[in-house]
């Protein structure tokens, strides 16, 4: 799997778009991006996934750089009930079984 | 639709003592199952995954062992548990062949004292 860098945390505005970004430099050509959020004591909740073009979905925008090396969440209003920890996970669908979750962003929406 | 049942939600357990929890999946067949733990503070970990009935694959050596009984059961088991067993468990389930989708359980905060 290739390995990923996100930001330690970040705050937001509650309704301004929250921006999450990821590093993942060695990004093979059949990895995909996955994007799982942990709010405080729940499970981890699927949020989006991406190959090489951007994808939408109701929760969230996923923008993948064209040489895919580095991709961005967007929630484009957040609230306060998106406060999570946010996991940016890159795997191959074909040869990995299991998600490997690092360390994350721990996003706070501010009031 | 799929729902994915979790056991105890809360567990304090003496040292030494015996350890299973429980969780069972509803509405798929053929799922793939996970045990993943997070430690205070810490990170998901993956310590057990199943393809299906009986086969089970450690991600971790440790004191834990895991089991499939049946297609939609997966069991966490320890004989003796240790202090360090604390933590927070979960149990996943996906769709073969799919890494997007993971669903997650409700989770058990295990307290080892």
């Known amino acids: 799997d290739a390995k990923t860098t996100q930001p330690t945390s970040m705050d937001c505005a509650e309704g301004r778009a929250a921006n999450l970004p990821c590093n993942h430099s060695t990004i093979s050509g059949n990895e995909y991006v996955y994007w799982y959020r942990q709010i405080h004591s729940q499970g981890p909740q699927y949020i989006i996934h991406?190959?090489?073009n951007n994808e939408t979905n109701e929760m969230a925008s996923l923008i993948i750089t064209e040489d895919r090396k580095s991709s961005t969440l967007i929630l484009p209003h957040a609230t306060l009930r998106d406060t999570a920890v946010y996991y940016c996970i890159v795997t191959s669908s074909g040869s990995a079984r299991q998600l490997t979750f690092g360390s994350g962003t721990q996003l706070t929406v501010l009031p | 639709s799929q729902t994915i049942h979790q056991w105890p939600a809360t567990l304090v357990q003496p040292v030494g003592s015996p350890l299973s929890l429980e969780c069972t999946v509803e509405?798929?067949?053929?799922?793939?199952l996970y045990w993943y733990r997070q430690a205070a503070g810490r990170g998901l970990q993956l310590l057990f995954y199943?393809?299906?009935?009986?086969?089970i694959s450690s991600e971790v050596p440790q004191n834990l062992s895991a089991s499939r009984p049946q297609d939609r059961q997966f069991i966490l088991s320890s004989k003796k548990l240790l202090l360090s067993d604390s933590g927070f468990y979960l149990c996943?389930?996906?769709?073969?062949?799919?890494?997007?989708?993971?669903?997650f359980g409700s989770g058990t905060r295990l307290t080892v004292v």
């Open positions: 199943s393809v299906g009935i009986g086969q």
């Open positions: 509405g798929t067949s053929n799922p793939n």
């Open positions: 996943a389930w996906s769709v073969r062949g799919r890494l997007w989708g993971y669903t």
């Open positions: 991406g190959l090489k």
